[in-house]
């Protein structure tokens, strides 16, 4: 008995531990097409020019993500343009120059709590510190500000693992033909790891697009009857406008979220388009 | 001047630009710390001006919520329950699912079908949380009607479920770190030995990357706490203390997003109410996440 049970389990044992885990991944993806299909067939009908081109509105059939679009453009550049510099500075300080010392030690597990710190915290500090304090107001550059806050973390693991992958002996080679360290790491390091940071650049900002709760937490607004148009401008982005769609109770305005959410993928899928071609040349070129 | 002189005048720049790029990137790097700063600090003065006007007793014992009321009360309980119970569903899905997915994909699966398979999930990590707040409130909480007659528009059960399905990928591509840096050694030593390849996985591979995993659990968790969105769209505004997931209940986040979108002026109680919420459910994520940042590094000393 206890052998048949034995040779019984041997049979079915990783069978059965293989399909369950087929069952579960399968389960997944049915739910990841399950969301894509129902957010098509629901939005589908509601895309067109017009929809990209007006103005919010009152009636769900005449509304428009125009202010939404051009309100997510504008914070993200700026997002861009606050986190990029920093953070790469802060990942080549860490794996160039500070691979030891207790500071780098604690920068370092400080960036990874960092990158595990709800966005919704961020938040707050965003509305504390930029809205209030430094009195930014509810303004673009308050809310790219706190999402530049947001990817920092990202952005500074992205790159020291790009950094990470350029082999040591490049470096050596440079410094050997007497190349200073920033020398090295401008003319040898930074051009080979580019891909790799460049494709952890778009993964994090394309996580910045589909942040909404540290901007509805900073007062970025639900209804915006205009586009901004300068960096003091009330604002409001396409993921809060689809969440501001969604709290409605008509089914007119579930439609409009779910056209918008379309949108929103899409420029997601474009961004994440480009990271994988980066990705596969840079690994082309590593051989 | 010179060609010596030339040289030591351009060795002198050059050295002085090193020094002042290395300092310019230490400056950076040093400012990731300041981040942490400011939140904490931010987060502990609001804080403090909450619990001059309300006892921190009533706020970690009370068991009603009701600051936006007439009829003030600030007992964080039935918040922390709605989080609580929405985050136990999504980890019910989460973690089995996703260890056994980190299992097949390190142990079992062909590369081929690991090499398609992996970025699929890393598209299910990467579908904005207000998308899978539309999922849960249009989609699921319908289709789970049909089978579930109690269950209300907005409860806990959908949004725990579909944030399940957003937890997975971190759990098993985490866990699959994991499993993938036990040593080959012990898989061939336990496979010599007669075992089975679940039993080389499940009593030999598993045990050995136990720290690893727990670590990526524990992320899990912490990232179900702080997740926002899903919860704000689908869960409902109504906090209470309840471990019934067919009703409406409000977790920490959903409360700040539902203040925040009020216009509340700053200053009042109603204001610092979120930072106070905010303070605890910062607590609450960065102890989970010391823990796991610490068994992730023991795991790593262990096998390199």
Redesign the interface.
């Known amino acids: 008995m206890k052998r048949l049970q034995v040779r019984v ?2 049979l079915f ?2 069978l ?3 399909s ?3 069952l ?2 399968a ?3 049915m ?2 097409t ?2 894509l299909v ?2 098509v067939a ?1 939005g589908w009908g509601r895309l067109s020019w017009s929809f990209l081109t007006s103005f919010p509105s009152r009636r769900a059939a005449d509304a428009g993500i125009y202010p939404a679009l051009v309100g997510t453009v504008w914070v993200i550049t700026l997002t861009a343009v606050l986190a990029v510099p ?2 790469i ?2 990942a ?3 794996e160039e ?2 691979k030891s010392g207790r ?2 030690r ?2 370092e ?6 990158a ?10 965003g ?3 930029f809205v ?1 304090m430094l009195g930014l107001g509810r303004s673009v550059i308050a809310g790219a500000a706190t999402l530049a ?1 947001l990817v ?2 990202v952005v ?1 693991l992205s790159t020291r693992e790009a950094l990470r992958a350029v082999p040591p002996s490049i470096r050596e080679a440079s410094l050997a033909l007497g190349a ?3 020398q090295t790491i401008w003319f040898q390091v930074l051009p080979i790891a580019m891909p790799g940071v460049l494709t952890g650049l778009i ?1 994090a900002l ?2 910045a ?5 540290p901007l ?4 970025a607004l ?1 209804y915006v009857p205009f586009a901004p148009d300068s960096l003091w401008s009330p604002f409001t982005v396409l ?1 809060i406008q ?2 501001n769609w ?2 409605r109770p008509q089914e007119a305005f ?1 439609q409009n ?2 056209a918008g ?1 379309i949108v ?2 899409l420029v ?1 899928l474009g961004m ?1 388009a480009v990271a994988i071609v980066l990705r596969d040349r840079y690994q082309r070129r590593r051989g | 001047m010179t060609d010596a002189a030339k040289r030591a005048g351009r060795d002198r720049f ?1 050295r002085r ?2 020094f002042v ?2 300092r ?3 400056l ?6 300041l ?2 700063g ?2 904490i600090a ?2 502990v ?2 804080t403090i001006a909450f619990f001059k006007e309300v006892s921190v007793l009533e706020f970690l014992t009370g068991t009603e919520w009701t600051p936006l009321f007439s009829e003030k009360r600030f007992g964080v309980l039935p918040l922390v329950a709605g989080t609580a119970l929405v985050s136990a569903i999504a980890m019910t899905v989460a973690l ?2 996703g260890l ?2 980190a ?2 994909l390190s142990e ?1 699966a062909p590369d081929q079908v690991r090499r398609t ?1 992996k970025p ?2 890393e ?2 990590a ?10 849960a ?3 699921v909480t319908p289709l789970l009607q049909q089978f579930i007659p109690g269950l209300a528009g907005f409860n806990a059960l959908a949004p725990g479920l ?1 944030m399940g ?1 957003m937890i ?1 990928p971190l759990v098993s591509s985490l866990s699959e770190d994991a499993l993938h840096a036990v040593p080959t050694g012990l898989r061939e030593a336990a496979l010599a030995l007669g075992s ?4 080389t ?2 009593r030999v591979v598993v045990p050995a990357a136990f720290s690893g995993i727990s670590a990526s659990f524990i ?1 899990g968790v ?2 179900a ?5 899903i919860v ?2 689908a869960a409902g505004q109504q906090p209470r203390l309840t471990a019934n997931p067919l009703v409406p209940v409000e977790t920490m ?1 959903a409360y ?2 539902q203040v ?2 009020g ?1 509340t002026p ?1 200053g009042t109680l109603e204001y610092r109410t ?2 106070a919420v ?1 303070m605890l ?2 607590a609450m ?2 102890a ?3 823990v ?2 610490w068994l992730r590094r023991r795991f790593r000393e262990q096998y390199s």
């Open positions: 389990s041997r044992g990783d059965l531990l293989q369950m885990a087929i579960v991944l389960l997944a993806l739910a990841l399950a969301l129902d957010v629901d920093i953070g500075a802060a080549i300080y860490l120059y500070g500071l780098s604690l920068i597990v400080n960036i990874s709590n960092l595990g710190v709800p966005s919704i915290i961020y938040g707050l500090l509305l504390a510190l209030r806050l920092l973390p500074i200073t360290k920033w993964l394309s996580r697009i589909g942040e909404t709760a509805i937490t900073i007062g639900t993921p689809i969440f969604l709290s579930a979220a779910s959410i929103l993928l997601l994440n | 050059r630009a090193e790029i290395e310019a990137l230490f950076s790097a040093v400012g990731s710390v981040i942490t400011g939140i931010v987060l003065v609001e089995p699912a056994l997915s299992i097949y079992y398979l699929m999930l598209i299910l990467g579908v904005p949380t207000v998308v899978y707040g539309y999922f409130l249009l989609f579909v399905i997975l089975t390849r679940m039993q996985t499940l992320l912490s990232r706490i702080g997740e926002t969105m704000a769209v986040t700040i997003v925040s979108l216009d700053g979120i930072f905010g459910l910062f994520t960065f989970l996440n010391l796991s940042n």
